[in-house]
């Protein structure tokens, strides 16, 4: 089964930007929709973005839109998420997460709808 490895958190001054990595460990992200969240301390753990199986449509919650673009590198086995205008508030441990569709269009967004998950990487901006 397919591993999910996270890259690229960091402590980062508001307003700085950064970029995560979601590696595939054990196999492709070839079939797969995919998804970042994250978890503050205390809190529930979110959607960030998420990006269906061809790269062709992304979701982004209001917290996220005109911040935070996801996407799918060239090759089959990498996803990112580029974090732009990061506020104190983006402070939290960052997932990366995976499930198979059959549908080349469908948009995971709940933590339910994923199968695999990362360890985690954690981002913190300081004000």
């Known amino acids: 089964q397919v591993q999910l490895v996270e890259s690229g958190g960091g402590l980062v001054q508001a307003g700085g930007s950064l970029r995560l990595s979601c590696a595939a460990s054990?196999?492709?992200?070839?079939?797969?929709?995919m998804g970042w969240f994250r978890q503050a301390p205390g809190k529930e753990r979110e959607i960030v973005a998420a990006i269906s199986r061809n790269g062709g449509r992304t979701y982004f919650p209001d917290s996220g839109k005109g911040r935070f673009t996801i996407s799918r590198g060239n090759a089959k086995d990498i996803i990112y998420l580029q974090m732009n205008s990061l506020k104190p508030e983006d402070t939290a441990v960052y997932f990366c997460?995976?499930?198979?569709?059959?549908?080349?269009?469908?948009?995971?967004?709940?933590?339910?709808?994923?199968?695999?998950w990362g360890q985690g990487t954690q981002v913190t901006v300081s004000s």
């Open positions: 997460a995976a499930s198979s569709v059959v549908n080349d269009f469908v948009l995971l967004t709940t933590t339910q709808q994923y199968a695999v």
């Open positions: 054990g196999g492709t992200f070839s079939g797969f929709a």
